[in-house]
């Protein structure tokens, strides 16, 4: 739930100054300095028609120091203003969100002199804290706290099938386990079916964009069956296998597990989780006193720091 929470928070960043996803196009600030709005001017609204100000208004928001501390429920500056729930502090820079308006627009900048925020360097973090009331009844505090980057304009993003799944293959169920995937896609693991003795490793898996194809070979067997299929964008998996019985075109989906996409580096170190398209997560930590979470959750592989991305 604390996860959902935070993509929710970045979709409230932007909502809450009126911004959409669409490029403004590839401008040159430096040469334009005389022609930035800046808040304190009184000229740049919010989405709901109010006049931005300096320091932190009623919602949270503090736009001139790229923060915001207040309510979680507080983030898309509501009609209504909570006044209690889930706390939130979130901190950006200027290219995630600028304190000026220099495309004249009326509203803060965003990713300027980029078409999107790919290779701007933006960076966003989110630290959400709470309490509930635990099956003793009692009181559980949580704490989760994440970093965001824009992704490298030369990154590239895979989908990773690591992990567990159960797979229905034309209406027989099979536990699979996907042990380990390089770079390229190339995956390999092992499974068995469900209701019998039969057991199989995995031969020439390979993930390749939204397509996934992998051999399964039976151990005390001759029979092989062949998969092709996809991924969808919830990181389910279907299609349609081939068997050396003469099976043609069965159908085949997961049934639990699902397989989630990464941001790598052009030399193919994993960047971070893919978040809202253009980003990726770098830091999870996550404790919660009840839930037994305590700690790093996930450090990519590649470095936690928000800059020079």
């Keep these: 739930m604390k996860k959902i ?21 590839n401008e040159n600030t430096n040469s334009k300095k ?36 207040g309510w979680y429920d507080n983030y898309l500056r509501p009609e209504v203003i909570a006044q ?22 009326g509203l803060l900048d965003r990713h300027l002199g980029y078409d999107s925020y790919i290779g701007s360097g933006a960076w966003l973090t989110n630290h959400m804290s709470g309490e509930y009331e635990g099956e003793d009844g009692k009181k559980c505090k949580w704490t989760y706290f994440t970093k965001i980057v824009a992704a490298p304009e030369d990154a590239y993003n895979s989908w990773n099938v690591e992990g567990d799944w159960v797979i229905n293959a034309h209406g027989n169920s099979h536990n699979m386990t996907i042990t380990s995937q ?3 896609g190339n995956f390999e693991g092992y499974g068995n079916y469900q209701n019998g003795p039969q057991e199989w490793k995995i031969e020439d898996g390979k993930v390749d964009g939204d ?12 029979y092989e069956a062949y998969f092709e299929g996809t991924i969808n964008s919830k990181g389910n998996l279907e299609g349609t296998f081939d068997d050396t019985s003469g099976h043609v075109d069965y159908a085949w989906e997961s049934e639990e597990g699902v397989a989630e996409k ?5 030399d193919g170190t994993e960047i971070g989780l893919v978040i809202w398209g253009q980003f990726a997560t770098i ?9 037994g979470e305590h700690g790093v959750q996930y450090l990519s592989p590649a470095r936690a720091g928000l800059g020079n991305w």
Excluded: P, R
Excluded at 5 to 25: D, P, S
Excluded at 56 to 66: C, V
Excluded at 84 to 105: E, F, H, P
Excluded at 211 to 222: L, P, R
């Design 84 to 105: 209690g729930g889930t706390k939130l502090m979130m901190k950006w820079n200027d290219a995630w969100l600028s304190n000026k308006d220099c495309d004249g627009d």
């Design 34 to 69: 005389e022609k930035c709005t800046t808040i304190q001017s009184g000229e740049i609204e919010s989405s709901t028609g109010e006049v931005l100000t300096t320091g932190y208004d009623e919602y949270g928001y503090n736009y001139q120091a790229h923060m915001f501390n």
């Design 211 to 222: 397509q996934i194809s992998m051999n399964w070979v039976y151990s005390n067997s001759s």
């Design 5 to 25: 929470i935070t993509i929710l928070v970045v979709f409230g960043l932007f909502a809450g100054v009126g911004l959409v996803m669409a490029g403004k196009g």
């Design 262 to 266: 990464y941001w790598y580096a052009e």
């Design 283 to 291: 830091q999870t930590v996550s404790n919660d006193t009840c839930g």
């Design 182 to 184: 390089d770079s390229e």
